[in-house]
């Protein structure tokens, strides 16, 4: 069974920063793809980051490129999303997901393990 935690999530205001952090637990997390969902009220969930096995490869939403670093510490099962010029389109619940696959996925359906989600909020 692979448990998924996120963390970090909070009320900010527009321009500042966040970092989430997801623990993985259950299997070897060095062998999973690692992404980051945000789902809005009223809307799909939608991709905004993914990292590979190794942390080589990454992929991000057009979205937040350039605001959003993904990362990952395989010694800690740990996954991090660094959110910085936080927007207030940026508010949802960020979801953090596994799949064991090579290949860095941006879609929900490619993800076999979610996380419950932690709540992020931009204020104007």
């Known amino acids: 069974q692979v448990q998924l935690v996120e963390s970090g999530g909070g009320l900010v205001q527009a321009g500042g920063s966040l970092r989430l952090s997801c623990v993985v637990s259950?299997?070897?997390?060095?062998?999973?793809?690692m992404g980051w969902f945000r789902q809005a009220p009223g809307k799909e969930r939608e991709f905004v980051a993914a990292?590979?096995?190794?942390?080589?490869?990454?992929s991000y939403a057009d979205s937040v490129k350039g605001r959003f670093t993904i990362s990952r510490d395989n010694a800690k099962n740990t996954v991090y999303l660094q959110m910085n010029s936080l927007k207030p389109e940026d508010t949802a619940v960020y979801y953090c997901?596994?799949?064991?696959?090579?290949?860095?996925?941006?879609?929900?359906?490619?993800?076999?393990?979610w996380g419950q989600g932690t709540q992020v909020t931009v204020s104007s």
């Open positions: 997901a596994a799949v064991s696959h090579i290949v860095v996925v941006t879609t929900t359906r490619a993800y076999d393990y």
């Open positions: 259950g299997r070897t997390f060095s062998s999973y793809t």
């Open positions: 990292i590979g096995w190794s942390g080589g490869r990454t």
